[in-house]
C-alpha cells in the first residue's frame, strides 16, 4: 500500500494527478477502522519506549490544500499518545521577527529533541508553496530553496532525526463539500475564511506546485508519502500504518539501569 503512495526518487518528476485522493486500497472502512485502533495500541506502547529510549527524534509533517485534514488526522489517528514527549507545532504567517531571519530560522527552533515525537501542521514547504503561488518567490529562488529544504532535511536526518512527511490529497469536489459544511453547520462556522475561497481560486497553480515539492524534495532518506484523504478513515489507516512500520524498523529499547540491579532491590527494601 505505502510503496506505491511513496516518493523517494529525487528530480523524478512527479504529478499529483497521477495519484487517487478517493483510492481506498480495496479495503472497507469497517475493516480499516478495526485495524487502525490495533495500530493505534502498537503505536502507543512503540512511543512509550521511543520516549524512554532518546536514540531518535520522530518529526511528522503534514502537508494540504485547505480541508485536506490535517487537522483531522491530529485528532484521529494520533489521538491517545501520551503528551509527554509529544506535540503539534502550527506555523501561520511569519511574524516580523521571524521574517528577519532566513526562512528557516523558526523551523529549526520546533523540530524535536530525541525521544520526542513533533508533528508540523503546515511546515517550511510554505516558503516554497505559498509564497511561490502568490509570487512572493520566483521559480529560480524555489529551486535555491528546494535544495535548501534537502540539505536541512539531510542535516536532521544525520543527527537521528526521522522525517515523515505526508502529502494529504483530496479533490477539488471534496474541498468543496468541505467548505459547504463549514458554511452550512454552524458548529464549524467559526473553520470558514473567506481566504478560503481565494486560496481554492489557485488550486492549479497549487498543484504544480506541490507537483513540484514532491518531484524535489523526495528521497530515500525523508520521503513523501501521498496520502488519498477523500475517505478520512483511509487517511487514518495509511498514516498509521506508515508511522508504526518506521519504528517498528528502528533499534528501540529501554535505558538499562544503572548499577547492580539486585543490589539497588535490597537498598529499596532495606529502607522499608
Not at 18 to 29: L, Q, S, V, W
Not at 118 to 147: C, P
Not at 185 to 192: D, G, I, L, V
Not at 206 to 228: A, E, F, H, N
Request: with cysteine; charged share 25%.
Amino acid at each position: 500500500m505505502l510503496k506505491e503512495y511513496m516518493i523517494t526518487a529525487f528530480d523524478k518528476k512527479i504529478s499529483v494527478d497521477d495519484f487517487k485522493p478517493d483510492d481506498t486500497f480495496n479495503t472497507n472502512k469497517k475493516n480499516a477502522t478495526a485495524v487502525c485502533e490495533q495500530l493505534k495500541e502498537r503505536f502507543r506502547a512503540l512511543q512509550e519506549v521511543f520516549y524512554a529510549s532518546k536514540k531518535y527524534a520522530l518529526l511528522i509533517v503534514l502537508q494540504g490544500m485547505d480541508c485536506s485534514g490535517k487537522d483531522g488526522a491530529v485528532n484521529s489517528a494520533l489521538s491517545g499518545i501520551n503528551p509527554s514527549g509529544f506535540a503539534v507545532k502550527a506555523f501561520k504567517v511569519p511574524t516580523p521577527e521571524e521574517l528577519s531571519h532566513d526562512y528557516l530560522w523558526r523551523i529549526h527552533q520546533q523540530v524535536p529533541a530525541k525521544g520526542e515525537i513533533v508533528v508540523f501542521n503546515r511546515s517550511y514547504y510554505e516558503d516554497v508553496l505559498v509564497t511561490r503561488v502568490h509570487g512572493q518567490i520566483d521559480d529560480k529562488t524555489a529551486l535555491k530553496r528546494f535544495e535548501e529544504i534537502r540539505s536541512f532535511e539531510e542535516y536532521l536526518s544525520s543527527n537521528n532525526t526521522v522525517i515523515l512527511k505526508f502529502f494529504l490529497h483530496i479533490s477539488k469536489d471534496f474541498q468543496q463539500t468541505q467548505l459547504l459544511e463549514r458554511l452550512e453547520e454552524p458548529e464549524k462556522n467559526w473553520k470558514f475564511s473567506e481566504n478560503d475561497l481565494k486560496e481554492r481560486a489557485l488550486w492549479d497553480q497549487y498543484q504544480t506546485c506541490y507537483s513540484d515539492v514532491l518531484s524535489r524534495c523526495g528521497t530515500k532518506d525523508t520521503p513523501w508519502y501521498i496520502v488519498p484523504s477523500n475517505h478520512r478513515w483511509v487517511m487514518d489507516y495509511f498514516i498509521l500504518t506508515a508511522i508504526v512500520n518506521t519504528l517498528e524498523k528502528m533499534d528501540l529499547t529501554y535505558p538499562v539501569i544503572q548499577g547492580n540491579v539486585q543490589h539497588l532491590i535490597d537498598e529499596v527494601l532495606a529502607s522499608k
